[in-house]
């Protein structure tokens, strides 16, 4: 096992009716100004607006508002959310929706309080050194940004999608309610299962260290996921299986799957460059056509872990005798898996063709000066072999 640090503040309010609590807490926090955070309507239409609303206003807590967050969230609209803190000298930043609000909620509240171009904070040439609490009512299981110290941006002008990481994103609160999930899209619920998956996965996937706790813990992620999800994808209003699937996303990013182990999100930056290129490519949906590919490229490099998962996590039967062929039948069952929560599994299906490619492997390396790690060395003609396997 390798040496670690684990943090996870976020304080989590987990259950129904919960986020008609947000007046109270956030009071119970002493904040008396919020930014008001959130996506392009939909929760208007259920109602939840009314209840937030309502709920701030019972508790004296004054708001300002900033909706409008796409599902690839832009730096031009972190940028007017950061001018409004700065103006209304807001106190908390409170999201309300899945991961593209939180996602976007973190970087106004990490670029009102350095005084900065915030795409600096996202590529790193600029260490931010304050930021304003964020607090989050989570709409969508999906990326686990509500724990996590990720968030991800898209630079509209550059066409480039980077995520970053620091202790500053971490919410304070984070409000977990299933029944919010309850009237999410099937295509939205499928993408986030994958995305759960894939943050438990690549964490899962690593060659060195023997972590048994930590990979027990992800297996049971994994396992307990891919079951909510076929419920859930029969019966949206199953509030057990919703729960899961809540509770799995919070866990597969906050580090406890990855505790001890030292790991690379690399299908992540095989993703970023889709749907920085093509914004209209969900996240999730991305991800279930570069996994399987990146997994066929690779599964040689990493036998023994790729056979473990197989028949830890899909149940394959070990052949001894051929070990590849029980690490390709869980590669199978992957996809086969995908495909039934209605999930793309090649470019094609996204509308992207091989005139792509090179663009998207250049963009994934920072054009050559950066070097992806992982099972091998990944340059541009690594990821553009990747990119091919998923044609």
Same mark, same amino acid.
């Given at each position: 096992m390798r040496n670690f640090d684990f943090y996870s503040p976020t304080r989590v309010f987990f259950g129904k009716g919960r986020h008609e609590q947000i007046g109270e807490i956030i009071k119970e926090y002493g904040f008396r100004k919020i930014l008001l955070h959130y996506g392009g309507g939909s929760i208007k239409r259920t109602g939840l607006y009314d209840v937030v609303t309502k709920a701030l206003k019972n508790s004296g807590i004054d708001y300002v508002e900033l909706g409008g967050v796409r599902p690839n969230p832009v730096l031009s609209l972190v940028k007017k959310g950061i001018e409004l803190c700065r103006e209304e000298k807001i106190e908390l930043v409170l999201a309300v929706g899945g991961? @593209? $609000?939180?996602? @976007?909620? #973190? *970087? !106004?509240? $990490?670029?009102?309080? =350095?005084d900065c171009d915030p795409w600096l904070i996202v590529t790193k040439e600029v260490t931010p050194k304050a930021a304003l609490p964020v607090g989050t !009512? *989570?709409? *969508? @299981?999906? /990326?686990g940004s509500e724990t996590s110290s990720s968030a991800v941006i898209t630079n509209e002008e550059l066409k480039l999608k980077r995520g970053y990481g620091s202790d500053f994103n971490r919410p304070l609160f984070s409000i977990l309610n299933p029944e919010l999930t309850f /009237?999410?899209?099937?295509y939205q619920t499928a993408c986030g299962i994958v995305d759960i998956m894939m943050h438990t996965l690549e964490r899962y996937m690593t060659q060195k260290g023997e972590v048994d706790i930590t990979d027990r813990i992800a297996e049971a992620? *994994? #396992? @307990? /996921? !891919?079951r909510?999800?076929? !419920?859930?994808?029969? =019966?949206? %209003?199953?509030?057990?299986a919703r729960a899961t699937i809540m509770w799995a996303g919070s866990i597969s990013h906050n580090d406890l799957t990855g505790a001890g182990r030292d790991y690379f999100m690399i299908t992540h930056q095989l993703q970023h460059e889709i749907s920085g290129m093509f914004e209209i490519v969900a996240h999730g949906a991305g991800r279930a056509v570069v996994f399987p590919a990146w997994l066929k490229y690779? %599964? #040689?490099?990493n036998l023994s872990r790729v056979c473990q998962y197989a028949v830890r996590v899909w149940n394959c039967e070990m052949d001894f005798e051929n070990p590849e062929k029980t690490a390709l039948s869980g590669i199978e069952e992957t996809e086969k898996y995908f495909k039934s929560l209605g999930m793309p599994l090649t470019l094609g299906e996204l509308g992207i063709g091989e005139e792509s490619i090179k663009e998207m492997a250049a963009k994934c390396t920072n054009y050559g000066t950066r070097l992806l790690p992982g099972f091998m060395r990944y340059e541009e003609k690594e990821l553009e072999e990747i990119y091919r396997l998923c044609l």
């Open positions: 991961g @593209s $609000v939180i996602d @976007s909620a #973190k *970087l !106004i509240a $990490v670029g009102t309080m =350095n !009512i *989570l709409t *969508l @299981s999906a /990326t /009237t999410v899209p099937p992620v *994994l #396992k @307990s /996921t !891919i909510a999800g076929r !419920i859930v994808m029969e =019966n949206p %209003y199953d509030y057990d690779t %599964y #040689k490099q």
